[in-house]
């Protein structure tokens, strides 16, 4: 199929519509087949959507839904070195909505409550839409990511599943949505039918790096580390080029960490997610810290890559868009040593809690703040007192974002710091907690071994440790 014949427009009277059936008020031909070019680079995770959409506009300023595409996907990033991009985006959008269809005026209210920071007014906005045009890809997509990125884990499964049943192989672009729908089962925990459902997406096309996410996701989930790792190195090649190609290694990474296959984890980091450049994306500074950390847990050295990663983190020190950035940002401030950014970082968040009113300020009172103060604790060894910060919100964490194998680091920290504390009781009960939903995990059976050693039981202790070596050497 060519990109002409995929892209058809459909017309129904005086209505142009996309190759979905969505209604577009602009009625340029080859200026919509590139906008839906430019959204299928976002969604393959290929090439550069924002260069590929500024060509669109550059030729075709009064193309309403390009100027909206572009601020919707910069919306995505949580980085305050877009957002001048996404206002004049959104103002220029707002400068011809007057030639906009209803959908259209949706994605406008939709963006500017987002620029706002009622992030979750967005999400209506978006979800209105869809309440009219199911089949509208972009707003399916900026909701179910959206979720992710604000830890709704129900409405990541839902918002799929409120018009999964007007999607099929007919439609352009079903695999993407078996896709968010392969991850919000996921985190959903219903495995099983999350599996399938990527799966399927990648039968229909191998080349969708957010399906084999969500397959390696349940994988991570469920403990089947040796078939995990299998399946990504199989699909290594085809996972593109983009910053999510990051996070794919990250979290093969947290599989042969899991069956302490360190020096793998090493190798993985240095040749995959050690980013060069001073200033790089956030995203990728994410999983390169959330990474590092899960090693100091453990107590492996890393060399000089926490040095490296703080320089890349420090202009960002005083953003306050993102809890979840603010709190992977404190980990590299505190693991360098770096006590004049981790007080701008507090400091800047302590001020912005007083005043502000969107929906990033209650997850960086309840939730960013207390484990920000908890990695430095932490990292000074004061164990008693990261367990006194952590164990009240171990079950709100959601609220601070990402997904259930990202917020693991929490649990993890506090399970950590329990045994340093020599609060056995405590580790035991916790470590118990994460085998129980993990079986096959050989990293939650050395926890209760060491919870049951700390308690004087070394017939038990013995045991769990075994059962880590047998699930190593199976």
Same mark, same amino acid.
């Given at each position: 199929?060519?990109?002409?014949?995929?892209?058809?427009?459909?017309?129904?009277?005086?209505?142009?519509?996309?190759?979905?059936?969505?209604?577009?008020?602009?009625?340029?031909?080859?200026?919509?087949?590139?906008?839906?070019?430019?959204?299928?680079?976002?969604?393959?995770?290929?090439?550069?959507?924002?260069?590929?959409?500024?060509?669109?506009?550059?030729?075709?300023?009064?193309?309403?839904?390009?100027? *909206?595409?572009?601020?919707?996907?910069?919306?995505?990033?949580?980085?305050?070195?877009?957002?001048?991009?996404?206002?004049? @985006?959104?103002? @220029?959008?707002?400068?011809?909505?007057?030639?906009?269809?209803?959908?259209?005026?949706?994605?406008?209210?939709?963006?500017?409550?987002?620029?706002?920071?009622?992030?979750?007014?967005?999400?209506?906005?978006?979800?209105?839409?869809?309440?009219?045009?199911?089949?509208? *890809?972009?707003?399916?997509?900026?909701?179910?990511?959206?979720?992710?990125?604000?830890?709704?884990?129900?409405?990541?499964?839902?918002?799929? &599943?409120?018009?999964?049943?007007?999607?099929?192989?007919?439609?352009?672009?079903?695999?993407?949505?078996?896709?968010?729908?392969?991850?919000?089962?996921?985190?959903?925990?219903?495995?099983?039918?999350?599996?399938?459902?990527?799966?399927?997406?990648?039968?229909?096309?191998?080349?969708?790096?957010?399906?084999?996410?969500?397959?390696?996701?349940?994988?991570?989930?469920?403990?089947?580390?040796?078939?995990?790792?299998?399946?990504?190195?199989?699909?290594?090649?085809?996972?593109?080029?983009?910053?999510?190609?990051?996070?794919?290694?990250?979290?093969?990474?947290?599989?042969?960490?899991?069956?302490?296959?360190?020096?793998?984890?090493?190798?993985?980091?240095?040749?995959?997610?050690?980013?060069?450049?001073?200033?790089?994306?956030?995203?990728?500074?994410?999983?390169?810290?959330?990474?590092?950390?899960?090693?100091?847990? #453990?107590?492996?050295?890393?060399?000089?890559?926490?040095?490296?990663? &703080?320089?890349?983190? @420090?202009?960002?020190?005083?953003?306050?868009?993102?809890?979840?950035?603010?709190?992977?940002?404190?980990?590299?401030?505190?693991?360098?040593?770096?006590?004049?950014?981790?007080?701008?970082?507090?400091?800047?968040?302590?001020?912005?809690?007083?005043? @502000?009113?969107?929906?990033?300020?209650?997850?960086?009172?309840?939730?960013?703040?207390?484990?920000?103060?908890?990695?430095?604790?932490?990292?000074?060894?004061?164990?008693?007192?990261?367990?006194?910060?952590?164990?009240?919100?171990?079950?709100?964490?959601?609220?601070?974002?990402?997904?259930?194998?990202?917020?693991?680091?929490?649990?993890?920290?506090?399970?950590?710091?329990?045994?340093?504390?020599?609060?056995?009781? #405590?580790?035991?009960?916790?470590?118990?907690?994460?085998?129980?939903?993990?079986?096959?995990?050989?990293?939650?059976?050395?926890?209760?071994?060491?919870?049951?050693?700390?308690?004087?039981?070394?017939?038990?202790?013995?045991?769990?440790?075994?059962? &880590?070596?047998?699930?190593?050497?199976?």
């Amino acid at each position: 199929m060519t990109a002409e014949s995929k892209y058809t427009l459909k017309k129904t009277g005086k209505a142009v519509l996309d190759c979905r059936g969505t209604p577009v008020s602009y009625r340029d031909r080859a200026a919509i087949v590139a906008l839906e070019k430019a959204h299928e680079s976002a969604l393959a995770f290929r090439g550069d959507p924002i260069a590929e959409i500024d060509v669109v506009i550059a030729d075709h300023p009064d193309f309403v839904m390009a100027h *909206l595409f572009k601020a919707a996907w910069l919306t995505q990033a949580m980085e305050t070195r877009v957002y001048d991009d996404m206002v004049q @985006a959104v103002n @220029a959008a707002d400068k011809i909505i007057h030639k906009a269809n209803d959908r259209e005026r949706g994605h406008l209210e939709a963006v500017q409550a987002w620029i706002r920071g009622d992030f979750f007014g967005a999400i209506q906005k978006w979800e209105a839409i869809l309440t009219y045009y199911p089949l509208d *890809l972009l707003a399916l997509q900026l909701v179910h990511q959206t979720d992710v990125l604000l830890g709704d884990v129900v409405g990541q499964r839902d918002v799929v &599943a409120r018009v999964f049943n007007l999607w099929d192989e007919g439609v352009e672009g079903y695999e993407f949505v078996l896709g968010f729908y392969a991850f919000g089962l996921e985190e959903n925990r219903d495995f099983h039918l999350a599996e399938q459902m990527g799966r399927l997406s990648l039968a229909i096309r191998p080349e969708n790096p957010y399906a084999v996410h969500a397959v390696c996701h349940v994988m991570e989930m469920k403990g089947r580390q040796p078939g995990g790792i299998r399946f990504m190195y199989e699909h290594v090649d085809r996972w593109g080029k983009s910053n999510f190609v990051n996070h794919l290694w990250w979290h093969t990474a947290l599989l042969h960490l899991d069956i302490k296959e360190i020096d793998r984890v090493l190798e993985i980091y240095d040749q995959h997610l050690r980013s060069t450049g001073q200033e790089g994306a956030k995203y990728d500074e994410l999983d390169s810290a959330a990474l590092l950390w899960r090693l100091k847990l #453990l107590g492996v050295d890393t060399g000089d890559s926490w040095k490296d990663l &703080a320089d890349k983190w @420090a202009s960002s020190a005083q953003d306050t868009l993102y809890a979840f950035n603010d709190v992977h940002a404190m980990m590299t401030f505190v693991s360098d040593d770096r006590v004049d950014a981790q007080n701008l970082l507090l400091n800047a968040n302590e001020r912005y809690i007083e005043s @502000a009113s969107d929906a990033n300020a209650a997850v960086s009172r309840e939730i960013g703040i207390p484990f920000c103060l908890a990695i430095q604790d932490f990292h000074h060894e004061r164990y008693a007192s990261c367990v006194e910060r952590l164990l009240p919100v171990r079950y709100m964490t959601h609220r601070l974002g990402g997904s259930f194998a990202q917020r693991d680091i929490i649990a993890w920290t506090l399970l950590e710091a329990a045994l340093r504390a020599k609060q056995y009781h #405590l580790a035991l009960a916790l470590a118990n907690e994460r085998s129980a939903f993990k079986p096959t995990s050989p990293q939650n059976w050395s926890y209760v071994a060491q919870a049951f050693k700390g308690l004087g039981d070394q017939s038990n202790a013995d045991r769990a440790e075994a059962k &880590a070596q047998s699930l190593i050497a199976g």
